[in-house]
């Protein structure tokens, strides 16, 4: 799947993974090597994360019903945990620095596309 910012027509990701059972959102990104630079990992329904048993960083977009972006954590090392957002209905976990790259802010809409 493809990552677009709806308000500005940019692409975030452009291999986004799904992560919608039991097992795939346990699992999310724990014990991979990396994450390449254009990749992301959905997970639904998810309204909080945690880095334990993962290698690298990652930038966090906290989604509410309507994708709608009502927060965002960036860089967050291995084994933390991640903010609590009341309306977050799911998370999109990608690269550490892509917030940066991409001008990504709370309160603009985004779009998951096959």
């Known amino acids: 799947m493809q990552l677009i910012n709806v ?22 990104l724990m ?22 048993f993962m290698k690298f960083s990652i930038d966090i977009i906290y989604l509410n019903q309507n994708n709608e972006i009502v927060g965002i954590e960036e860089s967050l090392e291995p084994g933390k945990i991640g ?4 309306d977050a ?9 892509t917030h940066k790259r991409t001008s990504t802010v709370i309160g603009q809409k985004v779009a998951l596309q096959d």
Request: overall charge positive.
């Open 83 to 86: 903010k609590r957002f009341a």
């Open 31 to 52: 014990m991979k090597k990396s994450i390449a630079e254009n990749a992301g990992l959905h997970i639904s329904p998810c309204s909080s994360i945690h880095t334990f």
């Open 89 to 97: 209905k799911s998370v999109i976990e990608l690269p550490a620095g």
């Open 7 to 28: 308000n500005t027509d940019q692409m975030i990701a452009d291999d986004v993974k799904s992560a919608y059972t039991f097992m795939s959102r346990f699992k999310g």
